[in-house]
């Protein structure tokens, strides 16, 4: 079966019951009143100002466009006041958040526990020396991943690379896969891998060797011959720069960066005008929903995605251009690369949303950031590079920020908020499903059955979701677009009844004053 | 003139003194002492293992390496216990750091004015409280900003965007050239620019246009309709995704994501297996010192790759990739990118590096991050993209690090620490002068006259580098390898005349001992 790969994936791929059982593993309550933890959380929005944003929102805002593009700003927010569930911005308006800024929320804002670890000595440290992890990792370095990151380890990736955010985690598993892919070439060929004394050589070096010609490439010795390859590479030439390349979905996102950017196949916006790597895409399946009336036509439309991925990988081979890795299951030796950046840490009812899809083999990288604060991707050992310094940057990441997600993480497990989640989200979909059924085209395709408060559905057209965005906005309520006409939800793991309520609440008095406009 | 615009450059070019004026601007005194901060600063290295890592940190390192890669690993740090210019590491000893994290610390390890802004309220808010900061800034954003990274930006680039680190500073400033690039064939064409609309559709909107052939590609009007772009782009293929280049120095180190790691040009062991973009490169000149010597042969050096750069800029163009981004002075229209990631904040004896250029215009972007802590980059209100949304991402840097660089810049400002590293750097390098007369071969084109404590020179050999530098580190002197056979000093800002001191001590010791062997 596919997996839901792409980080804006407006759909969330069903998946049985009994999965769920994954959930429970360190849950005993079901279920979480964010009241018992934010005393001080507005009980309901409150809107104070004419408009969304207020007067203050746009005067600050145009204040910070004296230096950087504000045109992308929805408000300004206060987060001193903000609380829980709840964003209050700098009119005074208190805003229910369900898209808690592009999922990167995981427990509330302000929340006590990591108010009370900010203020630590520990935090204080880690915050203040920048440290270059690869190289002079701290004391405390090990003990904060064992107690957080490696707590929640995909099953089957056990190690860690970290990163500072999305785009680096995706691009960082994206180089291991290639230097594990050309690894195993050179061994099925027979061929020593490069010393560290070659490879460290500069560009000064290989100087005095001539470009490799195009008939000596045809040799397979000589194509994956050391000096070959460190020559070529300078150039930015095959073999040393491969002609590997990667395959993702159509519609999918996975970062704004050149690698990343080039796997993003979301809108034309985020990648016009850039330079971008030949790399192939295959259409994701057009799923109907509900789920259960469409089974047949949507298994069809995935068995044809799942052939024409393999015919892409046998097409592209033949012109010289394998396929390395890709965002499915492996076919081919194609390295599996699952990008959870904003799937994981919860919100699908799972901690990964990839432990649903009931993979035969573990995927061979798990990416990671948003509500983990923390960002990298997990593998196996099996996929470090031949030689250190070969994925390796100057921070790899942050011992302050690895110390949030330990809280993050343990709060999460202390307090079942996965479970949590999938049952609130259970709830919510089955009050929206009625929705959709009293307020006729206006919710359509319905997506995220089973998958915790990730759930996500199609307005009638890219105006009337703007204006029901619009609406949901001067009432208190922020959302999240995503594609052309869908909405998104993408509330944190404190989400609960009582936010459940009054989400529902304004969306049918926002639905309802929409109706027959 | 070129520039030294490698962030590794372990080159440093020369500047007449006047220049140094622009660090004076706000340093009344001209010399800092470490130990009028840091009271419980070592005033000398002390080592108390047999060796360097010693068997403490050769264990905590081994810890690690159960869940990530441990091959680069140096030390591991006891940073709670670290102080100003002092490493020290979990097996007590104390090391005098002029590689400060790969240049990463500026103002010390545990500068009490830092940690004090970590146990604020306004840190522990912004640190637990992730904001998108592209749509939902915060209300104290623009006074970070202006009491911060504003305060120094570079002449003639007042406008700026924020990243999470350096490789994400440089390939953000290089998305925003292509796309200033673009806009301006598009102005130049006399066509309009795609509307918001168009290009917010998603890829299924694409699916019924043809993708447009070679021929329609040779009508500039066709080719840069909207229609075409935004189908064509989905693809990546050109002309959405252009055939535009960007150029680079051979040599030269950007960052190693997919779009950094494609300009960066120093060692094969930081290419080898990933795919690149087909870019060009051009050789850095072959610079002898001392510069006065040898200041006609440099001349000429630089005039051949200058002219180099006019010839590869027009070959390329022939080819139909025209040259949109370049690191050194304008010509052609090429954006001018000067990366100082590195060379930024203060460590060349001026805030930034280029201003010693004599520049006739500002450059167009200037990238940094490390010593800043936060990154991104400087540029003009001119190359703003057209729309929101298009050099955009989630998270776009961080709140709570633009108050570390808030604090920073200000610390740097009231104590005249650009001053004062001009002054040290220049005492510094006259006694290395001393030094490599006094120990022939020993140190070999020594270079950063007039360029602060951003100071580099050559072994004999990488072996004897590697035998040198391993031998300051048992003597309690963290020092940093650069190249094939260079040394860089990378010190802090607070390295002053008690640190100067110590590390000659130690270098000549070292010298001494390995002297003829």
């Not at 995981?106 to 929340?111: D, E, P």
């Given at each position: 079966m596919l997996g839901p790969t792409r980080r804006t994936a407006c759909a969330a791929a069903s998946a049985p019951a009994?999965?769920?059982?994954?959930?429970?593993?360190?849950?005993?309550?079901?279920r979480f009143s964010s009241a018992t933890v934010f005393h001080?959380?507005?009980?309901s929005p409150k809107i104070?100002?004419?408009?969304?944003?207020g007067p203050v929102s746009r005067k600050a805002s145009q204040v910070i466009g004296q230096f950087q593009?504000?045109?992308?700003?929805?408000l300004v927010a206060d987060y001193a006041k903000s609380n829980g569930n709840y964003l209050v911005d700098v009119d005074g308006n208190q805003h229910l958040d369900v898209f808690a800024q592009i999922a990167s929320i995981?427990?509330?804002?302000?929340?006590p526990t990591l108010i009370e670890l900010a203020k630590t000595d520990e935090f204080a440290i880690a915050s203040m020396n920048r440290p270059a992890l690869g190289s002079f990792p701290g004391a405390d370095w090990a003990e904060t991943i064992q107690k957080g990151l490696l707590t929640v380890a995909?099953?089957?990736?056990?190690h860690l690379f970290t990163q500072m955010d999305g785009s680096g985690a995706n691009e960082g598993a994206l180089k291991a896969a290639f230097m594990a892919y050309r690894a195993r070439e050179r061994k099925e060929a027979g061929i020593d891998d490069f010393s560290a004394e070659e490879a460290s050589l500069s560009s000064s070096s290989f100087a005095s060797l001539t470009p490799s010609s195009p008939s000596q490439h045809n040799n397979v010795l000589t194509r994956l011959s050391s000096s070959t390859q460190m020559a070529s590479c300078m150039n930015n030439?095959?073999?040393?720069?491969?002609e590997l390349v990667a395959m993702s979905f159509k519609s999918g996102f996975h970062g704004r960066l050149f690698g990343s950017l080039s796997l993003t196949?979301?809108?034309a916006i985020h990648k016009l005008d850039i330079p971008a790597f030949d790399w192939p895409a295959v259409s994701w399946p057009s799923i109907k929903y509900p789920l259960d009336e469409y089974a047949s036509e949507n298994a069809e439309a995935e068995a044809r995605t799942i052939a024409r991925v393999e015919e892409t990988i046998v097409e592209w081979a033949k012109k010289?251009?394998?396929?390395?890795?890709?965002?499915?299951e492996p076919e081919h030796g194609v390295y599996l690369i699952v990008?959870?950046?904003?799937?994981?840490?919860?919100?699908?009812?799972?901690?990964?949303?990839?432990?649903?899809?009931?993979?035969?083999h573990p995927p061979d990288f798990v990416t990671f950031s948003k509500k983990m604060q923390a960002a990298g991707y997990y593998h196996a050992e099996?996929?470090?590079?031949?030689?250190?310094?070969?994925?390796?940057?100057?921070?790899?990441?942050?011992p302050a920020i690895a110390m949030q997600a330990r809280e993050i993480i343990s709060f999460i497990k202390s307090h079942g908020l996965v479970q949590h989640t999938a049952v609130i989200g259970d709830e919510l979909f089955s009050h929206l499903g009625a929705l959709s059924r009293r307020f006729p085209g206006m919710i359509n395709n319905l997506r995220g059955k089973?998958?915790?408060?990730?759930i996500a559905w199609d307005a009638e057209s890219p105006q009337a979701r703007d204006k029901f965005v619009a609406a949901m906005r001067h009432e208190g309520v922020v959302m999240g677009g995503c594609g052309e006409r869908a909405i998104r939800l993408r509330p944190?793991?404190?989400?609960?009844d009582k936010q459940v309520e009054v989400l529902l609440e304004k969306m049918e008095s926002v639905l309802k004053s929409l109706e027959g406009k």
């Open positions: 009994h999965c769920r059982a994954l959930a429970t593993e360190h849950s005993p309550p079901t001080n959380e507005p009980a104070l100002s004419d408009s969304v944003p593009d504000p045109r992308a700003h929805v995981a427990i509330g804002y302000n929340h995909p099953k089957g990736v056990p030439a095959s073999p040393g720069s491969p196949r979301s809108k010289g251009k394998k396929v390395a890795a890709l965002i499915v990008d959870e950046v904003q799937t994981g840490v919860g919100a699908t009812g799972s901690f990964w949303a990839h432990e649903k899809w009931q993979l035969d099996s996929t470090r590079p031949s030689l250190p310094y070969r994925n390796y940057n100057t921070w790899m990441g942050s089973d998958h915790g408060t990730f944190m793991l404190i989400f609960g």
